[in-house]
């Protein structure tokens, strides 16, 4: 069953906020504050455990474990949104400013299922706006930035001629 607790922990000696943890039992996850790449290096020490399951709390202020802290690059990008006219296809990536490169992009047009399409090229263009939806990653690290793009399209204008003649003076 899985248990809460309130994790108290230090890096580089500081005191950080208590957090939430939930745990299996066996293993539980938390939540740091905002890590920079001024973070990479550090110790990262848990001091303290309180379990919240029981009352009164049951506490345990014993240093459990310290780790170094690795802080990998996220990567960054930016979509821009545009409004264009149907060509027949367009290139996303044209669109996509990257901050910080991650290495995979992918792209989608429903949200989470960034894979859906098969590379930035948009083949058949629809008509009106549709929201494309971006992600670049780190295959190795598993950091990740999203982003989207707005593509509204317009149809060409269908222009009819019809012949005739024109009389020289």
Same mark, same amino acid.
């Given at each position: 069953?899985?248990?809460?607790? *309130?994790?108290?922990?230090?890096?580089?000696?500081?005191?950080?906020?208590?957090? !939430?943890?939930?745990?299996?039992?066996?293993?539980?996850?938390?939540?740091?504050?905002?890590?920079?790449a001024a973070d990479n290096g550090m110790t990262l020490t848990v001091v303290g455990v309180s379990d919240t399951t029981? #009352? !009164?709390?049951?506490?345990?202020?014993?240093?459990?474990?310290s780790e170094i802290l690795t802080v990998n690059p996220q990567p960054e990008i930016q979509g821009r949104d545009t409004?264009?006219?149907?060509?027949?296809?367009?290139?996303?990536? *044209? *669109? @996509? #400013?990257?901050?910080? !490169?991650?290495?995979?992009?992918?792209?989608?047009? #429903?949200?989470?299922?960034?894979?859906? @399409?098969?590379?930035?090229?948009?083949? $058949? @263009?629809?008509?009106? %706006? #549709? %929201?494309?939806?971006?992600?670049?990653?780190?295959?190795?690290?598993?950091?990740?930035?999203?982003?989207?793009?707005? *593509?509204?399209?317009? !149809?060409? $204008?269908?222009?009819?001629?019809?012949?005739?003649?024109?009389?020289?003076?």
């Amino acid at each position: 069953a899985a248990k809460n607790y *309130l994790i108290s922990y230090r890096i580089n000696g500081a005191v950080q906020p208590v957090v !939430p943890l939930t745990s299996d039992g066996t293993s539980g996850t938390f939540n740091t504050r905002a890590l920079t790449a001024a973070d990479n290096g550090m110790t990262l020490t848990v001091v303290g455990v309180s379990d919240t399951t029981v #009352t !009164p709390s049951c506490d345990n202020n014993s240093v459990f474990e310290s780790e170094i802290l690795t802080v990998n690059p996220q990567p960054e990008i930016q979509g821009r949104d545009t409004t264009l006219c149907d060509s027949g296809n367009f290139d996303l990536s *044209l *669109l @996509l #400013t990257t901050i910080t !490169p991650g290495g995979t992009t992918e792209y989608g047009d #429903t949200y989470g299922n960034y894979n859906r @399409l098969t590379n930035s090229m948009v083949s $058949p @263009l629809v008509i009106g %706006t #549709t %929201t494309y939806y971006v992600r670049d990653s780190n295959t190795t690290t598993n950091c990740f930035d999203t982003t989207t793009i707005k *593509l509204t399209v317009f !149809p060409i $204008p269908n222009i009819e001629g019809r012949d005739s003649s024109i009389c020289s003076l």
